[in-house]
């Protein structure tokens, strides 16, 4: 998930409430991620990297705590902006504020370091 972390960044700035992880789906999600090689190795200033980023976000968000919707949309229009060429539009303070609640929920929650 750092590689997430580190992908965020260059990308954005380059160009029911859950209670413990257990078995949870999100949690799940998070390690799933956070374990593919291959997801590790994407360029994500690339087109199609950027896309796969999107993604991963999108299938994140779906199974979010209520009380990261916000944080998952401002991250997922942040992704969708730079990839359509757009990231002089986004307030990249915001957006960086709300990967970092995203973050720190998923290190929290699920014990998933995203970077």
């Known amino acids: ?15 029911g409430s859950l209670t413990a992880c257990g078995g949870d789906e999100y949690c799940g999600k998070l390690q799933d991620y956070d374990d593919d090689t291959e997801l590790a190795q994407a360029n994500f200033r690339s087109q199609a990297g950027l896309q796969e980023l999107h993604d991963v976000f999108v299938d994140l968000g779906k199974s979010a705590p209520d009380g990261l ?38 290190r929290d929650r699920c014990d998933v370091d995203m970077g």
């Open 1 to 15: 998930m750092r590689r997430l972390a580190a992908a965020v960044t260059v990308a954005i700035v380059g160009a």
């Open 69 to 106: 919707d916000d944080d998952y949309t401002l991250v997922i229009e942040g992704v969708r902006a730079t990839k359509d060429g757009r990231a002089d539009e986004l307030d990249r303070e915001a957006v960086a504020s709300a990967y970092s609640a995203i973050s720190d929920d998923a």
